[in-house]
T-cell receptor, first 112, second 115 residues
Framework: QQQVKQSPQSLIVQKGGISIINCAYE??????FPWYQQFPGKGPALLIA?????SEKKEGRFTISFNKSAKQFSLHIMDSQPGDSATYFC???????????FGTGTRLTVIP | KAGVTQTPRYLIKTRGQQVTLSCSPI?????VSWYQQTPGQGLQFLFE???????NKGNFPGRFSGRQFSNSRSEMNVSTLELGDSALYLC??????????????FGEGSWLTVV
């Protein structure tokens, strides 16, 4: 059972465009929502994370939007660059457990 | 500070054999978790060790086991390998608290191919 659902599976965006990846969860006990970026041959690296007490968090070109009532959160990459081409994973965890539940990943390709 | 180090990076095993993978966490980190990554199932949590004790376990058969040493280094073992065990095995370390938001850092993984 996939506890975090992620879409789309793949995404192609022009350089300078906005990339949007969506995730949804069911378990209301989740209280931490990180996004990881993974390049081929590398392990996932933390990109940005949010807690449900805020609706938005921005770090540089990366923004997380969080909708607690809908149990959804999304990653927006502004001014997408070819160097952003990677696989992005949303994840969720809950207090009391030090493990992450991952979405299935989105393969982002930014075309020059 | 050195990152999470995993060895070996690549290995090929035969069905029925066993394999041991090693992980050295970031200095000072006391929690080590293991994840399996496959194209079909994505990233799935295997287990977590903290202070040499398994603190949390995912939904994997008993063929998958692990341990943690007093220096926080960890090993995971898979016995009686099956073709479906072919995957990237990722080790992750964190300071260890179970409050949410405890940043988890991943190594580059060990690529296991079972033939």
């Amino acid at each position: 059972q996939q506890q975090v659902k992620q879409s789309p599976q793949s995404l192609i965006v022009q350089k300078g465009g906005i990339s949007i990846i969506n995730c949804a969860y069911e378990n209301t006990a989740f209280d931490y929502f990180p996004w990881y970026q993974q390049f081929p041959g590398k392990g996932p690296a933390l990109l940005i994370a949010i807690r449900p007490d805020v609706s938005e968090k921005k770090e540089g070109r990366f923004t997380i939007s969080f909708n607690k009532s809908a149990k959804q959160f999304s990653l927006h990459i502004m001014d997408s660059q070819p160097g952003d081409s990677a696989t992005y994973f949303c994840a969720a965890s809950k207090t009391g457990a030090n493990n992450l539940f991952f979405g299935t990943g989105t393969r982002l390709t930014v075309i020059p | 500070k050195a990152g999470v180090t995993q060895t070996p990076r690549y290995l090929i095993k035969t069905r029925g054999q066993q394999v041991t993978l090693s992980c050295s966490p970031i200095s000072g980190h006391r929690s080590v978790s293991w994840y399996q990554q496959t194209p079909g199932q994505g990233l799935q949590f295997l287990f977590e060790y903290f202070s040499e004790t398994q603190r949390n376990k995912g939904n994997f058969p008993g063929r998958f086991s692990g341990r943690q040493f007093s220096n926080s280094r960890s090993e995971m073992n898979v016995s009686t390998l099956e073709l479906g065990d072919s995957a990237l095995y990722l080790c992750a370390s964190s300071e260890g608290q179970t409050y949410s938001g405890n940043t988890i850092y991943f190594g580059e993984g060990s690529w296991l191919t079972v033939v």
